[in-house]
């Protein structure tokens, strides 16, 4: 469904990327583990848009996405949780979902809304309230759910975990898995190795730039080297 | 790179408009203070805003200069001179005095001999460093405040009334009036705007005022750029009993004023203007109706019943489709003024055609106590304010006797 | 693949305020904030009371400041609009303002109707023009330093000025609502046209803030100004809600222009008479908030005829003086502005 194929990119001349090569299949989740500064987020930003890659080739369902604007490819179905969420802090809960599905004007909203709710059911309690009073499990449950009611067909996440106690990060960690089984893609970008690795499908380890290692979770999760160096054993 | 270039170009085009509209492109160079040879332009510059806030007047009154100097060009031009002709250079000070101060050096780098203008206090407080500086002679046509002229100058002379004057004899004026029509003011509560021109008139007319054996009160001010109504003023006017409204400001704020004496009714017997920008203005009883009936300016004004003043004003009228309002007529009166001189000193030269100047002794299309003539400071002796009226709809000279087109009708209580 | 998992609820964390059961409009409004607003005001009646000692005089100066501040409200909100999603500071909002002045001397000479009339045409026509400035002057500027936008804004203000004194000249102009004569409100005196203008002003301003709350285009204009990343990962078109953003706004200044045209002399400078106002009500009432512009407004002109009787010698504009350094001192973002 998505597929870089040896994409360079940076920002103002710096490269970060160099020759990255990924993909994700329908129905599946895929984590992209690695330290800070790897090239997690930045392989993220080039895929929706935010930057545009220097060189290589970026599809989305057969497509060419590399450099287009990102509401156009949210359009499409490809949508983007960046770590920093930006959420619209002075409007509501239930203001900032129905943002969310902006580019679905024939979807009926309560439908949606619904299936929101169903998943985060904390979020019905406070429809009313505004997003910046929200706390940190509450605000990454809104991103994600912002992002479900743009009806993706792949959802990116960068780093849903940051600034959350295990628990939540359990819960929400055990949500993506839901939105998986709806049908919905997931490319997840995690430093929190060990639970992503147990939750995906299929992963890649990035350093410095570039994928390092590729396989099923299970593979990785009992890689020698991916175990010393992000599980900490 | 595009914002740039809009940038530039929103900057430029204004500017370029403004150019357009006034300076001619430099000249022959020489620096000022040359003599000219028989046959060769002599250069006056005239210095008005021609842009901006007061680009009304300031546009009329370089037309007006630009009448003159066609008008005694057509006569023979300086026949001491070999009948030289005039030529005017036309320059906008923006109503900024910065520019004022750069666009007279410029002017004078051009060769002007004399300079004309230029309407704002502040401007013209510049101008006549620059003239002073220079030693080029300065005519100022209008500008109201004392202390322009108060420094010693040699070389800038004021044809309007002074700031003084105006106030002086408004008061003068009100007590004559209205004692002559069996109801003399006693108490004037004063609305006016709050710079250095409304402040001064103020100071003096209430000092006049009281030495006379009025009293002043409530006295009210306002910042004429952002005012928007005056009902509140009013209500207090009202409130306090006064018997009459004197008004010291300009077009916007004189016009807001008469409606807003329509709207509270504050019943006083007159509402006096001194040296007030709107009331004696053509446009005015048309622009507020039977608002401004009755209203009284003491200011200075052209003469309607001078002739030679009547034929200007067709002139202007037919040139220019519009009505030549008191500031144009000075400008024109100011241009008669060098040309007079340079007659009388046979010489383009600057220092001599001020010595000129300082010996004038001309009629003035203004309507004055006697003509123009220059005392120590540079200020026109001749020159004093005559009583104007709204009636039935036209502005008309009422005081004193010799202007009057029509008597004084005092009371006024403004219409009901 | 997963363990044993608990169920799929979140742990309730101790929150700050939490505005479940009240979906009103009015459920945002701060009313600590507003009460002490009245009461500012009720003591500051008062004291002008006190020190006039005229009744007659106070509910006029009250009942005039109101029906100023509404319009200056109205013409603020386009202002703050457009710095709050934009973050432009438009000097040429004062310049928009009056070419609808000129549009509605040009409909009332031309066809000879109702100065009101011109709303049709000049709240249009402002807004394409609003929108044509946007996407073609400005977009170029967004997001560079500020002292670009402030040379292109005031550029493009000289430029307007300029067009308008070569189109129609310097000599002043004016309008007049038909059978416009005084009503007596409480004891008080005021025209119709200044009543009139307070009206549609503040229908206009209540529409303007309908768009902004309940309206998907005013939800997204909000979303905008909020966090324009995040409008863009949503899918909203950033380009055209600055564009429509600032057209509003634009279009807010041309319908004040209307309003207040039978109330001034108009000339091609008249508009920034209401420019400066405009930024010392933006000011006071938080960048950025509609309804800080609105109140602010209200506050602006009160203070303005309440300052005439405080200190009857000195210019009412020493009263806003204060009252703004006194405001900006105590709250620095302005009354309803966002603490940084």
């Known amino acids: 469904m998505l597929r870089l194929e040896s994409v360079c990119a940076g920002y103002h001349g710096l490269q970060i990327l160099h020759e990255v090569d990924l993909e994700v299949n329908e129905g599946e989740i895929v984590a992209l583990v690695g330290a800070n500064g790897a090239g997690k987020t930045t392989t993220l930003r080039a895929a929706s848009g935010v930057i545009s890659p220097t060189s290589g080739q970026i599809t989305f369902q057969g497509e060419p996405a590399g450099g287009l604007r990102t509401a156009g490819l949210v359009a499409r179905g490809l949508v983007h949780v960046p770590e920093e969420r930006a959420l619209f802090g002075p409007l509501t809960i239930e203001e900032n979902l129905r943002m969310g599905a902006w580019t679905q004007r024939k979807t009926p909203m309560s439908g949606a809304l619904a299936e929101v709710f169903e998943l985060f059911p904390v979020l019905a309690d406070r429809r009313r309230q505004t997003a910046e009073t929200l706390s940190g499990g509450q605000q990454q449950m809104l991103c994600i759910g912002r992002a479900l009611m743009a009806r993706p067909k792949l959802l990116m996440l960068d780093e849903p975990s940051t600034g959350l106690s295990p628990k939540l990060t359990w819960t929400v960690l055990e949500a993506i898995g839901m939105i998986r089984d709806r049908g919905v893609a997931v490319l997840l970008v995690e430093q929190n190795a060990g639970q992503a690795l147990r939750l995906a499908d299929r992963a890649y380890v990035m350093e410095s730039g570039s994928v390092v290692l590729g396989g099923t979770g299970a593979e990785l999760a009992d890689d020698d080297r991916v175990r010393a160096a992000y599980l900490g054993l | 790179m595009r914002k740039t270039w809009i940038a530039g170009l929103a900057l430029a085009l204004p500017l370029a408009l403004a150019a357009c509209g006034g300076s001619t492109p430099p000249g022959t160079a020489g620096a000022g203070g040359a003599t000219k040879a028989a046959g060769?332009?002599?250069?006056?510059?005239?210095?008005?805003?021609?842009?901006?806030?007061?680009?009304?007047?300031?546009?009329q009154m370089d037309n007006a200069a630009k009448l003159a100097v066609e008008a005694i060009n057509a006569a023979g031009g300086i026949k001491s001179m070999g009948g030289a002709k005039l030529e005017l250079l036309s320059a906008d000070s923006q109503g900024k005095p910065e520019v004022g101060q750069s666009e007279a050096q410029r002017l004078i780098q051009e060769g002007a001999v004399s300079i004309v203008g230029t309407y704002q206090s502040a401007v013209s407080q510049n101008v006549a460093a620059v003239a002073e500086r220079n030693k080029v002679p300065f005519v100022i046509d209008v500008s109201s405040a004392d202390a322009i002229l108060a420094q010693g100058y040699k070389y800038s002379f004021r044809l309007q009334p002074s700031g003084t004057v105006l106030a002086?004899?408004?008061?003068?004026?009100?007590?004559?009036?209205?004692?002559?029509?069996?109801k003399p003011a006693k108490k004037i509560a004063i609305l006016h705007e709050q710079g250095p021109f409304g402040t001064a008139i103020k100071d003096t007319f209430s000092k006049k005022a009281q030495s006379l054996g009025m009293t002043i009160g409530p006295v009210a001010s306002y910042d004429a750029a952002s005012v928007s109504d005056f009902t509140t003023q009013m209500a207090a006017v009202k409130a306090s009993g006064s018997d009459v409204l004197m008004v010291a400001g300009y077009y916007r704020d004189g016009v807001l004023v008469a409606n807003a004496v329509k709207t509270v009714k504050p019943g006083v017997n007159a509402v006096w203007g001194v040296a007030n920008?709107?009331?004696?203005?053509?446009?005015?009883?048309?622009?507020?109706?039977?608002?401004?009936?009755?209203?009284?300016?003491?200011n200075y004004h052209l003469d309607g019943t001078n002739p030679d003043t009547q034929a200007l004003m067709k002139t202007y009228q037919a040139k220019y489709k519009d009505q030549i309002r008191t500031a144009a007529v000075l400008s024109y009166?100011?241009?008669?003024?060098?040309?007079?001189?340079?007659?009388?000193?046979?010489?383009?030269?600057?220092?001599?055609?001020?010595?000129?100047?300082?010996?004038?002794?001309?009629?003035?299309?203004?309507?004055?106590?006697?003509?123009?003539?220059?005392?120590?400071?540079?200020?026109?002796?001749?020159?004093?304010?005559?009583l104007m009226q709204v009636q039935s709809g036209k502005v008309v000279q009422t005081f004193p006797k010799e202007f009057a087109q029509t008597a004084p009708r005092y009371p006024a209580t403004p219409a009901s | 693949m997963t363990e044993q998992i608990p169920s799929a609820t979140a742990p309730t964390v101790a929150e700050g305020e939490g505005h479940t059961s009240s979906p009103r409009l009015w459920a945002r409004v701060p009313?600590?904030?507003?009460?002490?607003?009245?009461?500012?005001?009720?003591?500051?009646?008062?004291?002008?009371?006190l020190r006039a000692g005229n009744g007659d005089v106070v509910r006029q100066a009250v009942l005039t400041g109101i029906l100023i501040g509404g319009v200056y409200g109205l013409v603020a909100m386009g202002l703050t609009l457009i710095f709050g999603v934009l973050d432009i500071v438009n000097f040429a909002h004062g310049a928009f303002?009056?070419?609808?002045?000129?549009?509605?001397?040009?409909?009332?000479?031309?066809?000879?109707?109702?100065?009101?009339?011109?709303?049709?045409v000049a709240v249009p026509v402002m807004f394409l023009l609003g929108a044509g400035v946007q996407r073609f002057v400005l977009a170029g500027a967004m997001g560079k330093p500020l002292e670009n936008q402030l040379l292109i804004t005031l550029g493009l203000a000289l430029l307007i000025d300029n067009v308008l004194l070569m189109s129609f000249g310097p000599n002043p102009q004016s309008v007049k609502l038909p059978g416009d004569t005084g009503v007596q409100i409480f004891g008080a005196v005021a025209t119709v046209s200044r009543l009139l203008a307070?009206?549609?002003?503040?229908?206009?301003?209540?529409l303007?803030?309908?768009?902004?709350?309940?309206?998907?285009?005013?939800?997204a204009i909000r979303a905008v100004a909020a966090n324009e990343a995040g409008a863009q990962l949503v899918g909203i078109d950033t380009r055209r809600i600055y564009m429509a953003t600032f057209a509003i706004g634009t279009a807010c200044a041309g319908a004040a222009g209307v309003l207040v045209a039978p109330l001034v002399t108009i000339e091609p400078t008249t508009g920034e008479l209401f420019n400066i106002i405009a930024f010392v009500v933006v000011v006071l009432g938080g960048m950025g908030n509609v309804i800080g512009a609105l109140v602010g407004g209200l506050i602006i002109g009160l203070t303005e005829q309440l300052g005439a009787l405080y200190f009857p010698g000195q210019s009412p504009l020493l009263s806003v003086f204060v009252v703004f350094v006194l405001v900006l001192f105590l709250r620095p973002q302005g009354l309803f502005g966002k603490a940084s």
């Open chain 2, 168 to 182: 002086e004899d408004g008061a003068q004026n009100l007590f004559d009036v209205s004692k002559a029509a069996g």
């Open chain 2, 277 to 298: 920008g709107a009331f004696d203005v053509p446009t005015f009883p048309g622009e507020v109706g039977a608002a401004g009936e009755g209203f009284f300016d003491s």
């Open chain 3, 208 to 219: 303007l803030y309908v768009l902004l709350q309940r309206t998907r285009l005013g939800t």
């Open chain 3, 97 to 120: 303002l009056a070419v609808a002045l000129y549009i509605t001397v040009t409909m009332v000479s031309r066809l000879g109707v109702n100065p009101l009339v011109a709303l049709f």
């Open chain 2, 40 to 59: 060769e332009a002599i250069k006056i510059g005239s210095l008005h805003p021609l842009s901006g806030s007061s680009a009304a007047d300031g546009q």
């Open chain 2, 333 to 386: 009166d100011a241009v008669r003024v060098i040309a007079d001189s340079l007659e009388r000193s046979g010489s383009a030269d600057p220092t001599k055609v001020r010595d000129a100047i300082a010996q004038t002794n001309l009629k003035s299309l203004i309507a004055s106590k006697g003509p123009i003539t220059f005392g120590p400071t540079g200020e026109n002796e001749g020159a004093a304010p005559i």
């Open chain 3, 31 to 49: 009313w600590t904030r507003v009460a002490i607003g009245v009461g500012f005001f009720v003591v500051a009646i008062a004291l002008a009371y």
């Open chain 3, 198 to 206: 307070f009206g549609v002003a503040i229908v206009l301003a209540a």
